[in-house]
């Protein structure tokens, strides 16, 4: 970016998240934006220094971080909870790596259809069982494993309070990996191990969402041969901060269990339990005390209908600003495979429905081909009309509106309202009223823990 070239932020992003105008580098922070006649917010920037004015100019894939070769460039959570960066303007050297790899600034992609799409699933109960749909995921990265490669996938942290991005070498280290984890995942170092690995002439997976798989893409700026991509077809990412909000009100940290058995501790998660069939997935969240692991009690269980948190995501209460206009979606990342729940699959083929998960696999490339034809005497595939399963599966819109109470719902978080009253104040008040109810919310706890 040319020195004092300008970043615009339309009105329309403006109003939608208008504590948001101005996010930049600490030394350009005395700068304010300022909204022309045109509706149009133009904000000067340093030379060549990654500078956000808009929140949905970035997706937080962490590429710019890992590019920047004096380690300039931090992630750091703002007050909804999501990462942007942040630039040392001591350390920064001018160099422009990091905008190079923004999988955001590199210009609008072509929407690339799919060679094939299927309706597939693993023949393996066990793994279908435990897997969100149809369990095509432990098959792939069986196939990696057991070709000496490595697998990238989100993860839980050992608190379940957070998810990052990790690695595992041997099939035995696929479960922590397998699974929906509806919070957006922090990629720290994988970009860079995954490189190294590549380099090393080893055979990488990496999983993620279509942000992350093109967040990765830029960052390596050429192709591998080795390297094969899968994305989630996504709905969007949620608030890491609305997660540990929730967690922390139904098990908060540190809390005993009394006697040797130490600490009480947060085990499991589980978005998607097919206990009660794959379309009535149940949210389960399981503790354990921390001297006897194996001793798991159920603290939540609950339809992902009731459940509040998945009730603020799929209303999309919570998502991060970018996901409501992804640029990245419908083939745009780049990525070999997209994977997804097959909705609609008991309208469109209800031969092929048995309630235990059906996974919509796209094929994008020649490379995702090949690698889905070493794993195909393991599955259950038929080809599919992808026409007809796109207006089951809200995966494949680009653009959705952003909810008028959204930052009602945001700022009620500063309050001391739990989570699932809050929900249902941002639910049921009337939007002339509703911020009038979040303030006093603010300023009279007491009053509104009682009343609200």
């Given at each position: ?8 932020l ?7 998240f208008?504590?948001k105008?101005?996010?930049f580098?600490?030394?350009a ?5 300022r ?5 149009i ?10 500078t ?9 894939c ?8 004096h380690?300039a ?6 007050a909804?909870?999501f990462l942007?960066p942040h ?5 920064c ?6 905008e ?14 799919p060679?094939h ?5 693993n023949k393996?109960?066990t793994?279908r ?5 149809g ?6 990265a069986?196939?990696?494993t ?7 996938g989100?993860?839980?942290s050992?608190?379940c309070r957070?998810v990052?991005?990790d690695y ?9 990996f ?6 957006q995942?922090?990629t720290?170092?994988?970009?860079r191990?995954v490189?190294?690995l590549?380099r ?6 990496f ?5 992350q ?6 960052f ?14 996504c709905?969007?990412v949620p608030?890491?901060?609305v997660?540990r909000?929730?967690?922390d009100?139904?098990?908060p940290?540190?809390q005993?269990a ?9 085990r499991?998660?589980n978005?998607?339990?097919?206990g ?6 149940r949210?389960?969240?399981r503790?354990?005390?921390s ?6 009690r ?10 509040p ?24 990342s780049?990525?070999d495979?997209?994977?997804g729940?097959?909705?609609g699959i008991?309208?469109i ?8 998960g059906?996974?919509l696999?796209?094929?994008n490339?020649p ?6 034809e070493?794993i195909a005497?393991?599955m259950e ?5 992808l026409e007809?399963a796109k207006?089951?599966n809200?995966?494949?819109?680009e ?10 719902f945001?700022?009620?978080l500063?309050?001391r ?19 009038l109810?979040?303030r006093?919310?603010?300023?009279f706890?007491?009053?509104a823990?009682?009343?609200f």
């Open positions: 970016m040319k020195p004092g070239k300008p970043l615009a339309s009105a329309k992003s403006a109003a939608a208008p504590e105008r101005c996010l580098s600490p030394k922070q005395h700068r304010p934006a909204l022309r006649g045109n509706g917010v133009f904000v000067p920037l340093l030379s060549d220094m990654i956000l004015s808009d929140p949905t100019g970035c997706c937080g962490g590429a710019c971080a890992s590019a920047c070769p380690e460039i931090s992630l750091r959570e703002d909804e909870g942007y630039t040392d303007a001591d350390r050297t001018r160099c422009g790596l990091c190079k790899v923004c999988p955001l600034l590199g210009g609008p992609q072509p929407a690339r259809p060679l799409a299927y309706a597939a699933h393996s109960d793994q069982g435990q897997s969100s749909s369990g095509i995921f432990s098959l792939l069986e196939e990696v057991a070709g000496g490669g490595a697998v990238f989100a993860r839980f050992r608190d957070s990052c991005h595992t070498e041997v099939p035995e280290g696929i479960a922590p397998r699974g929906s984890k509806y919070v995942s922090r720290g170092s994988a970009f191990q490189q190294a590549l090393a002439g080893r055979t990488v997976l999983t993620g969402t279509p942000c798989v093109a967040g990765l893409r830029r390596l700026r050429k192709d591998y041969p080795r390297l094969f991509t899968a994305e989630c077809l709905h969007g608030s890491p901060k997660w909000r929730y967690v009100e139904i098990f940290a540190g005993e009394g006697g040797a058995e130490g600490k009480e501790e947060l499991s998660v978005f998607r339990d097919k009660h069939g794959w379309k009535d997935y949210v389960v969240l503790s354990a005390p001297g006897d692991p194996a001793s798991c159920t603290l939540i269980e609950e339809s992902h209908h009731r459940n948190y998945m009730r603020a995501f799929l209303s999309n209460l919570c998502l991060r600003p970018s996901c409501y206009a992804c640029r990245l979606k419908n083939g745009r780049g990525s495979l997209t994977l729940d097959f909705w008991d309208r083929s209800p031969a092929l429905d048995d309630d235990r059906c996974t696999l796209l094929v490339t490379r995702g081909e090949a690698l889905c070493r005497p393991r595939r038929t080809e599919a009309d007809k207006p089951y809200g995966g494949f819109s653009s959705i509106p952003v909810p008028s109470r959204r930052r009602s945001f700022l009620g500063e309050t309202l739990p989570l699932p009253r809050l929900l249902r104040t941002v639910e049921t008040t009337s939007h002339h009223l509703l911020p109810k979040i006093l919310a603010r300023f706890p007491r009053l823990t009682k009343y």
